[in-house]
């Protein structure tokens, strides 16, 4: 596949997207919380405490960047 070099450096200067930035600011929140429950927070949770914290995101966002971030909580032994 061929690009013009007009193109791909357009791409690669181009600011980060408004999503990407409030993503890279939830990637903080979402390990801070993590961190501080002793890796046991999973995805609904940790929507919770970032809701308690004043911090307005949906959980399945919460979801999507734990998932890309590979991290999950703790699941009840049996």
Same mark, same amino acid.
């Given at each position: 596949?061929?690009i013009?070099p007009?193109t791909?450096?357009?791409?690669?200067?181009?600011?980060a997207?408004a !999503?990407?930035?409030r +993503?890279?600011f939830?990637k903080?929140?979402?390990l801070? #919380?993590? @961190?501080?429950s002793?890796?046991?927070?999973?995805a609904?949770?940790?929507? !919770?405490?970032?809701? +308690?914290?004043g911090?307005?995101?949906?959980r399945?966002t #919460?979801? @999507?960047l734990m998932?890309?971030?590979?991290?999950?909580?703790?699941?009840p032994t049996?």
């Amino acid at each position: 596949m061929q690009i013009a070099p007009s193109t791909y450096y357009a791409a690669k200067n181009r600011p980060a997207s408004a !999503r990407a930035v409030r +993503d890279a600011f939830l990637k903080n929140e979402i390990l801070r #919380v993590h @961190r501080d429950s002793g890796g046991t927070y999973g995805a609904r949770r940790i929507w !919770r405490q970032l809701q +308690d914290d004043g911090i307005q995101v949906a959980r399945c966002t #919460v979801e @999507r960047l734990m998932r890309n971030m590979g991290i999950s909580g703790r699941r009840p032994t049996q």
